[in-house]
């Protein structure tokens, strides 16, 4: 009876542990994937972003957006100003919410 007991514990003990080591191996997998060198295909896609990021930086916009683009965005920004009234609709609006005022009303 207790080395039954035993056995099912250590199965019990064995699967939790097994668990543990397979998550942690698969968290390590990530971490020892940043630090070695990468895919070549993962590596272009990364500098392919980063260059871009630079590019808009310097930009202050779009990168290689051309006058119809502009055009374009001054069309919908103007549709859009029409369909919804004013406001810029370039920026997230702001939200302002108030705390209700709850009166007691008399019994």
């Known amino acids: 009876m207790i080395l039954q007991q035993i056995l099912r514990l250590s199965s ?5 542990v097994s668990i543990h080591v397979r998550r942690n191996i698969g968290l390590s997998a990530v971490v020892f994937n940043k630090t070695k060198e990468l895919d070549p295909v ?4 990364l500098d392919k972003i980063r260059e871009y990021n630079t590019k808009s930086k310097q930009a ?4 290689d957006a051309g006058p119809d683009f502009q055009k374009d965005m ?5 549709r859009l100003q029409r369909a919804y009234g004013e406001g810029d609709l370039t920026k997230f609006p702001e939200f302002k919410f108030e705390e209700p005022k709850f009166e007691e009303t008399p019994k």
């Open 12 to 16: 019990l003990f064995h699967s939790a």
């Open 42 to 45: 993962q590596k272009l896609f």
């Open 60 to 63: 202050g916009g779009p990168v």
């Open 74 to 78: 001054n069309e919908s920004l103007a």
